[in-house]
């Protein structure tokens, strides 16, 4: 938290992922033969998670101990995620609401154009076999095209934040509401916790109308164990280490590095040694196996 322009810089409480509710394409894929993805709607079905949806979220921010705190919504530009941000936009009054942005970075993965199914089944077929996450869709993205994305969208994100462009009272609680799709936000979780590939290839998908909330812990980290279980967190593919990180952000205090995270060093090394000294004896001896 720092002062700029006479304001401080606060940050948001929680930032919640909430996947669309479900689509026309989502309940028969033919959808996509004749319309083009960012006009699919919604169904019935889909209006009302969107609108459970936001009645939980409204429980869980009203329930967490301040009645001081308000909401602002990232949104993609695909009319099904519009039309979810209309329903869960009932949960809350004008008052609660400070703002909401229309932000193209966080849209679907693109497959293409029109998407013709007998095609796009042997396209993902295919996918399976390359990887899901470095799979370029013919004429559309990869995964990895999207986490470019995302990540441009993350640091836009901070500087909204920093420089106040969100008109926050810092005596308020912020809740950032980013209504999206389901692989964009598991790529925003990939670069916000420093997921590696491998990692993000274990994640489930959100289910319609499913969140996950990123939480400040005690020491101003972000993570998913403050609110969700250990058993939700092993339903969407965590590993036990990535579970082990996540119940370690909720306490550590904020630009600490994690000693036990075993992706940050051990899964890119040979086990390193503990001084210089014990690598340049290592070394004189590979040195003399090879004279």
């Known amino acids: 938290m720092r002062e700029r322009d006479g304001h401080r810089a606060v940050l948001p409480k929680r930032i919640i992922l909430v996947r669309h509710g479900e689509s026309q394409g989502n309940n028969d894929p033919a959808a996509y033969d004749t319309t083009p ?3 699919i709607q919604l169904t019935t079905q889909g209006i009302a998670q969107a609108r459970h949806a936001g009645a939980r979220m409204r429980h869980l921010i009203a329930g967490g101990g301040s009645t001081n705190w308000r909401v602002y919504f990232y949104v993609s530009p695909y009319a099904r995620t519009r039309s979810t941000l209309r329903e869960i936009g009932r949960s809350f009054s004008r008052k609660r609401v400070i703002g909401v942005r229309e932000e193209c970075r966080i849209r679907e993965q693109d497959f293409g154009n029109f998407q013709v199914q007998e095609h796009m089944n042997v396209i993902k077929e295919t996918r399976q076999r390359f990887g899901r996450f470095f799979y370029r869709f013919p004429e559309g993205e990869s995964a990895a095209d999207v986490f470019d994305r995302v990540s441009s969208f993350l640091e836009s994100l901070w500087r ?5 462009r969100l008109n926050h009272d810092p005596s308020d609680d912020l809740n ?3 209504v999206s799709h389901g692989l964009a936000s598991r790529v925003f979780m990939m670069k916000w916790f ?3 590939v491998e990692q993000f290839e274990l994640l489930r998908n959100f289910e319609n109308g499913e969140f996950r909330v990123l939480q400040l812990g005690s020491g101003g980290e972000y993570s998913l164990a403050v609110h969700h279980a250990d058993e939700e967190l092993l339903e969407w593919g ?3 280490d990535m579970i082990a990180d996540q119940k370690w952000r909720a306490c550590a205090n904020k630009g600490e590095w994690n000693d036990r995270c075993s992706w940050y ?5 040979d ?3 503990d001084s210089d000294d014990d690598n340049v004896d290592k070394l004189d001896e590979t040195n003399s196996d090879c004279a």
């Open 176 to 178: 950032l509401i980013i």
């Open 160 to 164: 909204d934040v920093d420089m106040n």
């Open 265 to 269: 060093l051990d899964s890119f090394f």
């Open 194 to 196: 420093k997921w590696t």
């Open 238 to 240: 965590l590993s036990p």
């Open 37 to 39: 993805d960012p006009k």
């Open 271 to 273: 086990p390193l040694p």
